[in-house]
């Protein structure tokens, strides 16, 4: 289900876990309760692989649409990764790619407008799907609420609903229940800023 807390910021966990199907989102919360969404993780991700070396986690994981989860314990997770440095070697590249995907977050929220913003984030989102097999000529299935589009985003609700409502008069995207359409994906790349290279998906960005 949605919204429902998969680690908590200030829990010592002994596993760790892979999301099998649906969104989760990395969490933080202002002392007043506000939360900023810093990152999606989508099917195939590994969310909170640095609680096998943090011993308290930092942030919350939080389901934002119905998702599928499998859970790793420690314990066994180290044990593969001392048999199979190979294994260890393509954890560590995928906490490398958060990291970098944090570092466009900061700049989508900190230095880029609402409409390109919004732009960027569908552009990633399509994109990670697309890579994993989820969607199909740029039609992804996003049951995602506006308020958490707005939590990403820095922006409210009312906010949110306008930048989708320019981007579909724009001709960019069209949208039918949680469905999402990139009518023009050159066009919505360049509104939203787009560069793929920081999700380092090897040659992906060529075939589109």
């Known amino acids: ?3 429902h ?14 999301v099998l199907d649906g969104l989760v989102g990395s969490t933080k919360h202002t002392g007043e309760g506000k939360r900023q969404i ?8 590994i969310p909170d692989l640095h609680g096998l070396h943090l011993a308290v986690m930092d942030c919350n994981f939080t389901t934002l649409t119905p998702a599928r989860i499998g859970f790793m314990r420690h314990d066994t997770l180290r044990s593969i990764c001392d048999q199979h440095p190979r294994i260890a070697t393509s954890f560590w590249r995928s906490t490398l790619i958060d990291a970098a995907i944090y570092r466009e977050w900061v700049t989508n929220v900190g230095r880029r407008e609402a409409y390109t913003r919004m732009a960027h984030i569908l552009c990633e989102l399509i994109f ?16 995602i ?9 820095g922006l409210s609700t009312v906010h949110v609903n306008r930048m989708l ?13 949680s469905k999402v359409h990139a009518m023009d994906w050159a066009g919505l790349t360049h509104a939203g800023d787009f560069d793929a290279t920081y999700l380092h998906q090897r ?3 060529d075939q589109w």
């Open 1 to 3: 289900m949605a919204n």
């Open 5 to 18: 807390d998969l680690v908590r910021e200030g829990d010592r966990p002994v596993y760790s876990f892979v």
């Open 38 to 45: 810093t990152s999606f993780f989508v099917a195939g991700d």
């Open 128 to 143: 990670r799907l697309r890579s994993v097999g989820r969607i199909q000529d740029h039609v992804a299935d996003l049951p």
């Open 145 to 153: 609420t506006q308020a958490a589009l707005g939590d990403a985003l």
């Open 165 to 177: 409502q320019e981007l579909r008069r724009s001709g960019l995207i069209a949208t039918s229940g």
């Open 203 to 205: 040659n992906l960005a």
